[in-house]
C-alpha cells in the first residue's frame, strides 16, 4: 500500500466532511419546506410508444421498430394518467412480440453482434457464461434492475433452448432477448417497495423504482447505466445523491424530450393521429402540415422555456414562433428556407400571439370542414384551465339553434346566440363559446379570414367576467389568470406520478404552487423540485389508499 | 360424454408438455345442436360477430310494419332483400338508465353490450363479444379480430374498462396480420413444423413463469391487468401451437390476393371500399379457422362518416339539419344511414358467397349487427336498432321481425349468448338485469 502524508489525508477528510456537512444542511433547508405528502400505492404503468421506442432506442442503439403500438388510453386529460390503468389486449403482445423479434434479430445479425458484450468460444457449442453476461446485461437495462438468479437461468436456460433446436448461438440469444422484451417487467413499470429503515413499519420505494420514476418523468426514457450504477449504490436514497442525478438529468439531452413529453400529452397531440380535414374546403392541409404544426407549438414551448429559461405564462401571449414552407401556405407567412426551419415571429398585425393561435391547437379542435368556437373554448377550458365542462344534455334539437346553411345566419356567433335563449344550453355554452369566440378569425386549419360568408367576424369574448375583443386578449387572459399556472402544475404533478393527487397530497400540492409562483413560473424548475421532493416517491401501502393518515412520507 | 370445463381443459393442455391443439379439440364445447358437416365429415365451427353502425336509423324507411317471418322491407332494408329468411329485425328493446346520465352515443352502445349502462367508457363489465370468445374462440389463431372501416381504430369490445381490443384499420395491415406471417394454407400439400415456432414457444414459457411472483406485489386492480397480459400471451401461446399442427384441409378454400392500397379516411366513398375490402378477407379468414369471433365497425359510434366536400359530418348533420317537411325526417342525415345498411348488405353478401358444407358461411355464423342510438337526433337508447343475421349452425331461427315492446335490450344479449354456448341464465345489472331470453330466436 502506498503511503500517504497525514496531513494531507486529514486535509481530505476535512474536505469530505465539509462537503457532506454542507450538502447536508442545504439539503435539510430545502426539504424543510415540504410539507408532509402521503403518496399513494405504488402504481403499475404500461410503457407509452414514446417511452418504449425511447428505451429501445436507448439501450440497443439505433434499430427500427416494424409492428404498430396501440393507442394510448387517455384519462382524466392525460395519457400518463391512463397508462396506469390500461391492460394489454391480444393485439398488443401479437404486436410487441413481432417488434421484440425484430429488435432481437437486428442486434445479433452479424454486422451488429460484435457489439453484445462477449462472443461465444465456439459457436457450434452452447456457450454458457457468455449467454449469461448478455442475459444480464441487457436483462438489467430492460427490466431497469438487475436480474435476480432464478430470472437470469430461465432466460438462459431459453437460450439454451433456442441454440440446440436452432444450431445456432445467436439465434438462441437472440431468443431469450425477445423474451425479455416481451416480458411484463419491461412492458410495464414494476414498482417494489422495502422497509423504510427511517420509519419503524413504513414502507418506501426501491432504488431502483426511484430510478424509473425519475428517468421517465425527466427524459420520457429508461434510465441510464450511471443512473442505475447510482440506484444500486444506494444513492438515491440521499437527498444529495438524488439531486445529483436529477441534475444531471435535467442538464442533459434527454430533458427537452421529457418536456417535450408532457406537453405533447397535455396538448392532446395524440389527436394529430386522426386529425381529418377535408381535402375540398382546406386543400393546403396534409400530413406534411399536420406533423409540422405539432412540431411548431412544440419548438416553441421548449425554445422559450428551456433555452430562454422563459416564464411558462408567456406562452400565451409571445409573437415567436418557428415556420416551415408547409406551415407558411396555411399561415400565409412568407418563410425564408426553402426546407426546415425558421425561428420567426408572427407579425405584430397578424392577429396571432401566443401559442393558441397556433394551428395545432386551431385545427386540432375545430370540424373537418368548418371552425368550432364551442369545441375551441371547450378544449381552451379542458386544456389550459383544467376545468371539465359537462357534454350536451342528450334530448336537446341542435337544428333550431345551428343550420349551417341558413343565410341570415352566416357567421358561427350569430348561429351560437341562438343557444342563449334556451337555458339548458346556455348554462354550458356560456362556459364555452366565450372562449372561443375570440379564434372565429381563423378557419378550420387554421388560417386567417376577416370574415365569414361575406359578414364580418367579431371576436369578442370574456372569461371569468373579463371581456376582451380578440384572440390576443384572450391570451393575455389566460396568462393573467392565476388558474392558468395552477393547472400547468396539476397536470405535471399527475403526469410525474401517473395518477390523480389524493386527499393526503394537498398541502404539497399548494406548496408545489407557491414554489411554482415562486420561480417566476418556471417549468424546469417546477420539475426539479417535483424530481427532489419526498412526495414524488412516497408510497403507501394498498391497503391504506389515498386518504390514510399521512406517514409515507416521513 | 362427461362435461369438460374448458379453463380447466385449456390449463392442461397448457400446462402440460405438449401444447397441440387439434381441431377436435373443439367439439368438446359444442353442445350438439350444430348440423352441418364439412364433406370430409368434420363438423363446422360456429361462428360469432358484431357489425357496428353509429348514429342510428331513419325509423320509416327503416322499422317494418309486420311482425314475425316474411317482415316487409322498408327503403333502408332493401339491401338485405335476398337474404330475408336469414336476417331478424329486432325493434323496440330499451337500454333503461336506471339514472346513469344519458352520454351521448357511448351510454346506448356500451349498455347493450354489457349490460350495464355507464356513463362513460370505463365499462362495468365486458362486453358480450369477449365472453362468447372465452367460450369458443381458444382452439383458433386469433381469438378474435376487430376492423375498423374509418381510417380511426375505433373498437367497441372491452374485456376490462380502460382498453378497448383495438381495430385494424388498413385492409393490407388487416391481410398481413392473417395471411401473412405465420399463416398456413389448409389445402398445402405437404406440412413441416418450423423449429423457429418451438423456440417462441419455449421464450413465451419462460416469460409466464414468473407470474406468480409478480401479481404476489400487485393491487387488485393492476392484478387485474396483468391477468389481462398473461390472457394475451396464452393467445400467442395457442396460436403457436395451432401453428405446429397440420391444418385440416378446408373445402374450396384458396388464399385470397393481398388488396391494393386505398385511401383510409372517413369519407363514405372510402369507408364503403374499406369495408367491402375488409370483409372479403374476414369471410376468407372465418372460412379457414383463423379465428370464430369478429367485430367490425362501419362506422363509429358518433358517426364521422362525411361526403367529399362537405362541411358536416354524418354526427353533425343529425344534430344540425332540418327535417324536411315534407318527407318526414333529415335527408341528408337519412343518407348516411341508407349507405349504412348498403354496408350491412354487402357484409352479409361476403359471408354468403362462402360455399360451406351443404350451406353458406353464413349459415354458420351469428352476427349482430347495432348502433348506438334510435334516432340520433335526440340521442334516444330505446328501440336502438338490432340485426341478427345467420343461422348459428342450425342453432338459431332466422328470418323474423321481433318487436321489444319496451324490453330491457339485455334480452338480446343474453339470448345470442346462451346460442353461442355462454353458460349463464342471468345477464345485465338493475332493471337491465333479465333471466328472460328471445324465444322467437331459439330453434
Given at each position: 500500500m502506498k503511503r500517504v502524508p497525514l496531513a494531507s489525508l486529514l486535509a481530505v477528510i476535512g474536505a469530505v466532511l465539509v462537503c457532506f456537512v454542507g450538502g447536508l444542511g442545504f439539503a435539510q433547508a430545502e426539504r424543510s419546506e415540504e410539507p408532509l405528502s402521503t403518496g399513494a400505492p405504488t402504481n403499475l404503468r404500461r410503457l407509452t410508444e414514446a417511452q418504449y421506442r425511447a428505451s429501445v432506442n436507448d439501450i440497443f442503439g439505433e434499430v427500427s421498430l416494424t409492428g404498430r403500438f396501440e393507442r394510448g388510453l387517455r384519462q382524466d386529460r392525460l395519457i400518463a394518467?391512463?397508462?396506469?390503468?390500461?391492460?394489454?389486449?391480444?393485439?398488443?403482445?401479437?404486436?410487441?412480440d413481432v417488434m421484440a423479434r425484430g429488435v432481437?434479430?437486428?442486434?445479433?445479425?452479424?454486422?451488429?453482434?460484435?457489439?453484445?458484450?462477449?462472443?461465444?468460444?465456439?459457436?457450434?457449442?452452447?456457450?454458457?457464461?457468455?449467454a449469461r453476461m448478455i442475459v444480464s446485461s441487457y436483462g438489467e437495462r430492460l427490466f431497469r434492475r438487475p436480474l435476480t438468479n432464478a430470472e437470469t437461468q430461465r432466460y438462459v436456460g431459453a437460450a439454451r433452448a433456442a441454440h440446440q433446436r436452432l444450431g445456432d448461438f445467436y439465434g438462441g440469444v437472440s431468443a431469450a432477448i425477445s423474451g425479455l422484451m416481451v416480458a411484463p417487467e419491461f412492458l410495464f413499470r414494476v414498482e417494489r417497495t422495502e422497509a423504510d429503515p427511517n420509519l419503524r413499519g413504513g414502507i418506501r420505494l426501491d432504488a431502483y423504482s426511484k430510478a424509473v420514476r425519475l428517468s421517465y418523468f425527466l427524459t420520457n426514457s429508461t434510465p441510464d447505466d450511471e443512473l442505475l450504477r447510482a440506484a444500486g449504490a444506494g444513492e438515491?436514497?440521499?437527498?444529495?445523491?438524488?439531486?445529483?442525478?436529477?441534475?444531471?438529468?435535467?442538464?442533459?439531452?434527454?430533458?427537452?424530450?421529457?418536456?417535450?413529453?408532457?406537453?405533447?400529452?397535455?396538448?392532446?397531440?395524440?389527436?394529430?393521429?386522426?386529425?381529418?380535414?377535408?381535402?375540398?374546403?382546406?386543400?393546403?392541409?396534409?400530413?406534411?402540415?399536420?406533423?409540422?404544426?405539432?412540431?411548431?407549438?412544440?419548438?416553441?414551448?421548449?425554445?422559450?422555456?428551456?433555452?430562454?429559461?422563459?416564464?411558462?405564462?408567456?406562452?400565451?401571449?409571445?409573437?415567436?414562433?418557428h415556420l416551415t414552407r408547409a406551415l407558411g401556405i396555411v399561415y400565409r407567412l412568407p418563410v425564408t428556407p426553402r426546407t426546415g426551419w425558421e425561428?420567426?415571429?408572427?407579425?405584430?398585425?397578424?392577429?396571432?400571439?401566443?401559442?393558441?393561435?397556433?394551428?395545432?391547437?386551431?385545427?386540432?379542435?375545430?370540424?373537418?370542414?368548418?371552425?368550432?368556437?364551442?369545441?375551441?373554448?371547450?378544449s381552451v377550458r379542458e386544456v389550459f384551465l383544467c376545468q371539465t365542462v359537462p357534454p350536451p344534455p342528450p334530448d336537446v334539437d341542435f337544428s333550431v339553434v345551428q343550420d349551417s346553411s341558413n343565410t341570415s345566419l352566416p357567421t358561427a356567433r350569430m348561429r351560437l346566440q341562438a343557444h342563449a335563449t334556451q337555458p339548458a344550453c346556455a348554462s354550458c355554452h356560456r362556459l364555452m363559446d366565450p372562449l372561443g369566440l375570440p379564434?372565429?378569425?381563423?378557419?378550420?386549419?387554421?388560417?386567417?379570414?376577416?370574415?365569414?360568408?361575406?359578414?364580418?367576424?367579431?371576436?369578442?369574448?370574456?372569461?371569468?367576467?373579463?371581456?376582451?375583443?380578440?384572440?390576443?386578449?384572450?391570451?393575455?387572459?389566460?396568462?393573467?389568470?392565476?388558474?392558468?399556472?395552477?393547472?400547468?402544475?396539476?397536470?405535471?404533478?399527475?403526469?410525474?406520478?401517473?395518477?390523480?393527487?389524493?386527499?393526503?397530497?394537498?398541502?404539497?400540492?399548494?406548496?408545489?404552487?407557491?414554489?411554482?409562483?415562486?420561480?417566476?413560473?418556471?417549468?424546469?424548475?417546477?420539475?426539479?423540485?417535483?424530481?427532489?421532493?419526498?412526495?414524488?416517491?412516497?408510497?403507501?401501502?394498498?391497503?391504506?389508499?389515498?386518504?390514510?393518515?399521512?406517514?409515507?412520507?416521513? | 360424454m362427461a362435461k369438460m370445463n374448458r379453463r380447466a381443459a385449456l390449463r392442461g393442455v397448457l400446462g402440460g408438455a405438449a401444447v397441440s391443439v387439434g381441431v377436435p379439440f373443439l367439439d368438446v364445447f359444442l353442445d350438439g345442436n350444430g348440423a352441418a358437416l364439412a364433406a370430409t365429415g368434420q363438423r363446422l365451427p360456429v361462428r360469432?360477430?358484431?357489425?357496428?353502425?353509429?348514429?342510428?336509423?331513419?325509423?320509416?324507411?327503416?322499422?317494418?310494419?309486420?311482425?314475425?317471418?316474411?317482415?316487409?322491407?322498408?327503403?333502408?332494408?332493401?339491401?338485405?332483400?335476398?337474404?330475408?329468411?336469414?336476417?331478424?329485425?329486432?325493434?323496440?328493446?330499451?337500454?333503461?338508465?336506471?339514472?346513469?346520465?344519458?352520454?351521448?352515443?357511448?351510454?346506448?352502445?356500451?349498455?347493450?353490450?354489457?349490460?350495464?349502462?355507464?356513463?362513460?367508457?370505463?365499462?362495468?363489465?365486458?362486453?358480450?363479444?369477449?365472453?362468447?370468445?372465452?367460450?369458443?374462440?381458444?382452439?383458433?389463431?386469433?381469438?378474435?379480430?376487430?376492423?375498423?372501416?374509418?381510417?380511426?381504430?375505433?373498437?367497441?369490445s372491452y374485456r376490462t374498462a380502460g382498453s378497448p381490443n383495438p381495430s385494424e384499420v388498413s385492409p393490407v395491415a388487416l391481410y398481413q396480420r392473417i395471411f401473412g406471417e405465420g399463416f398456413q394454407d389448409p389445402n398445402a400439400a405437404s406440412f413441416t413444423p418450423d423449429a423457429r415456432t418451438m423456440?417462441?414457444?419455449?421464450?413465451?414459457s419462460a416469460v409466464s413463469d414468473d407470474r406468480r411472483a409478480l401479481m404476489h406485489n400487485l393491487g387488485v386492480d393492476d392484478r387485474q391487468r396483468m391477468d389481462e397480459y398473461f390472457t394475451s400471451l396464452r393467445q400467442l401461446e395457442q396460436q403457436l401451437a395451432l401453428q405446429l399442427e397440420p391444418p385440416a384441409p378446408i373445402e374450396n378454400f384458396q388464399r385470397p390476393a393481398m388488396p391494393g392500397a386505398?385511401?383510409?379516411?372517413?369519407?363514405?366513398?372510402?369507408?364503403?371500399?374499406?369495408?367491402?375490402?375488409?370483409?372479403?378477407?374476414?369471410?376468407?379468414?372465418?372460412?379457414?379457422?383463423?379465428?370464430?369471433?369478429?367485430?367490425?365497425?362501419?362506422?363509429?359510434?358518433?358517426?364521422?362518416?362525411?361526403?367529399?366536400?362537405?362541411?358536416?359530418?354524418?354526427?353533425?348533420?343529425?344534430?344540425?339539419?332540418?327535417?324536411?317537411?315534407?318527407?318526414?325526417?333529415?335527408?341528408?342525415?337519412?343518407?348516411?344511414?341508407?349507405?349504412?345498411?348498403?354496408?350491412?348488405?354487402?357484409?352479409?353478401?361476403?359471408?354468403?358467397?362462402?360455399?360451406?358444407?351443404?350451406?353458406?358461411?353464413?349459415?354458420?355464423?351469428?352476427?349482430?349487427a347495432h348502433s348506438d342510438c334510435s334516432l340520433a337526433k335526440t340521442h334516444a337508447v330505446e328501440g336502438i336498432p338490432v340485426l341478427i343475421a345467420g343461422r348459428a349452425g342450425g342453432r338459431v331461427r332466422s328470418g323474423r321481425h321481433i318487436e321489444g315492446n319496451g324490453d330491457p335490450i339485455t334480452r338480446i344479449g343474453l339470448s345470442v349468448q346462451q346460442i353461442m354456448g355462454v353458460p349463464i341464465d342471468q345477464w345485465g345489472a338493475n332493471s337491465m338485469q333479465t333471466g328472460q331470453t328471445i324465444n322467437e330466436l331459439f330453434v
Open positions: 394518467v391512463g397508462a396506469s390503468q390500461q391492460g394489454l389486449s391480444p393485439f398488443s403482445f401479437e404486436q410487441y432481437a434479430a437486428q442486434i445479433t445479425a452479424p454486422d451488429r453482434r460484435g457489439a453484445l458484450p462477449c462472443a461465444p468460444q465456439n459457436v457450434e457449442r452452447f456457450d454458457a457464461a457468455c438515491l436514497h440521499t437527498s444529495h445523491g438524488l439531486a445529483r442525478q436529477a441534475d444531471r438529468l435535467i442538464s442533459s439531452d434527454g430533458f427537452e424530450t421529457g418536456v417535450r413529453a408532457f406537453f405533447w400529452d397535455m396538448l392532446g397531440f395524440d389527436g394529430f393521429a386522426d386529425l381529418t380535414k377535408d381535402a375540398v374546403i382546406y386543400p393546403a392541409f396534409n400530413s406534411r402540415v399536420a406533423a409540422d404544426a405539432e412540431e411548431q407549438t412544440l419548438r416553441t414551448i421548449v425554445t422559450h422555456l428551456i433555452r430562454d429559461d422563459g416564464d411558462y405564462r408567456d406562452l400565451f401571449t409571445t409573437r415567436q414562433t425561428t420567426t415571429e408572427y407579425p405584430e398585425d397578424s392577429g396571432r400571439a401566443g401559442i393558441i393561435t397556433d394551428i395545432s391547437f386551431l385545427a386540432l379542435h375545430s370540424h373537418p370542414g368548418r371552425s368550432s368556437p364551442t369545441i375551441r373554448g371547450m379564434l372565429e378569425n381563423f378557419d378550420g386549419v387554421g388560417t386567417y379570414r376577416a370574415r365569414e360568408n361575406g359578414a364580418p367576424i367579431d371576436t369578442s369574448g370574456s372569461i371569468n367576467n373579463l371581456n376582451f375583443t380578440s384572440a390576443g386578449g384572450l391570451g393575455q387572459a389566460l396568462h393573467d389568470t392565476p388558474q392558468t399556472s395552477r393547472c400547468l402544475v396539476n397536470n405535471m404533478y399527475r403526469y410525474a406520478v401517473g395518477r390523480n393527487a389524493v386527499s393526503g397530497e394537498r398541502d404539497w400540492m399548494n406548496y408545489l404552487n407557491g414554489r411554482f409562483e415562486t420561480s417566476g413560473y418556471r417549468v424546469p424548475e417546477l420539475m426539479r423540485t417535483i424530481a427532489t421532493s419526498n412526495a414524488f416517491y412516497a408510497v403507501t401501502a394498498e391497503s391504506e389508499g389515498g386518504d390514510s393518515t399521512p406517514g409515507g412520507g416521513q | 360469432f360477430g358484431t357489425w357496428f353502425w353509429g348514429c342510428g336509423i331513419t325509423p320509416s324507411r327503416f322499422t317494418p310494419q309486420m311482425s314475425g317471418e316474411r317482415y316487409d322491407l322498408p327503403a333502408d332494408l332493401a339491401p338485405i332483400a335476398v337474404h330475408r329468411d336469414k336476417v331478424s329485425i329486432l325493434s323496440g328493446f330499451n337500454v333503461n338508465l336506471d339514472g346513469v346520465p344519458n352520454t351521448p352515443h357511448i351510454t346506448g352502445n356500451l349498455a347493450l353490450r354489457t349490460g350495464v349502462p355507464v356513463p362513460n367508457e370505463n365499462v362495468a363489465a365486458a362486453t358480450f363479444d369477449v365472453l362468447i370468445a372465452d367460450t369458443i374462440g381458444a382452439g383458433t389463431r386469433f381469438r378474435s379480430l376487430e376492423m375498423s372501416c374509418l381510417g380511426a381504430p375505433h373498437s367497441y423456440v417462441r414457444q419455449s421464450v413465451l386505398a385511401p383510409l379516411a372517413s369519407e363514405i366513398d372510402a369507408v364503403a371500399n374499406t369495408h367491402r375490402v375488409m370483409s372479403g378477407l374476414l369471410a376468407a379468414a372465418l372460412a379457414c379457422n383463423q379465428t370464430r369471433v369478429f367485430n367490425m365497425v362501419f362506422s363509429d359510434s358518433a358517426s364521422s362518416l362525411r361526403r367529399h366536400g362537405d362541411t358536416t359530418s354524418h354526427h353533425q348533420l343529425t344534430h344540425e339539419e332540418l327535417v324536411n317537411p315534407e318527407l318526414g325526417y333529415q335527408e341528408q342525415s337519412a343518407f348516411f344511414a341508407t349507405r349504412s345498411m348498403e354496408a350491412w348488405g354487402v357484409f352479409i353478401d361476403a359471408l354468403a358467397s362462402v360455399r360451406e358444407g351443404d350451406g353458406t358461411l353464413l349459415d354458420n355464423c351469428l352476427v349482430v
